[in-house]
């Protein structure tokens, strides 16, 4: 994966072992505020970072030399799967997170995949209108461990 430029300036680049401490901050800078709606801590505030990173899912933004955002994603038979992004707070707004989603319909055409695919919680009502923003469309709902997942799909 080669290093690219951005649209906002920013550096989208592979994660490595030294960010997953800011990774981890950015999540839960990024996921807190759903903690009141929701009753509890969202997922990604306790995922495993370093094993993202280490299986070569994740991709950073950089904004002068620091970590602003990051995506976990990676191809699946269904098509690209997105499994975290997220944006610190003090960047959001800057057009990292369409940065970062353009990223991931590179990475799915050159897999050769037809779509991306992720979920969000129901309460994390602004990343649903992001999404569909961009083009997602709700595919349906699940209960999955006890969180309330949308699940939504762009088609390439």
């Not at 994966?1 to 901050?25: C, F, L, N, Y």
């Not at 993202?52 to 269904?78: Q, S, W």
């Not at 919680?121 to 997942?149: D, S």
């Amino acid at each position: 994966m080669r290093r690219r430029k951005t649209v906002s300036g920013a550096v989208i680049r592979p994660a490595q072992a030294a960010d997953a401490a800011r990774v981890a901050q950015i999540a839960r800078a990024a996921y807190a505020k759903y903690i009141p709606r929701m009753g509890r801590e969202p997922a990604p505030m306790s995922a495993d970072y370093g094993g993202a990173i280490a299986a070569g899912h994740m991709v950073v933004a950089e904004i002068d030399g620091a970590v602003a955002g990051y995506l976990i994603g990676l191809p699946d038979r269904d098509g690209y799967f997105i499994e975290n992004i997220a944006v610190d707070p003090a960047f959001q707004g800057a057009g990292l997170g369409g940065a970062l989603l353009r990223h991931a319909v590179t990475e799915a055409r050159r897999f050769a995949l037809s779509s991306l695919w992720l979920y969000t919680n129901a309460a994390m009502t602004e990343n649903q209108a992001i999404y569909t923003r961009f083009g997602f469309v709700e595919t349906h709902r699940l209960v999955e461990h006890g969180y309330n997942r949308v699940y939504m799909r762009l088609s390439l």
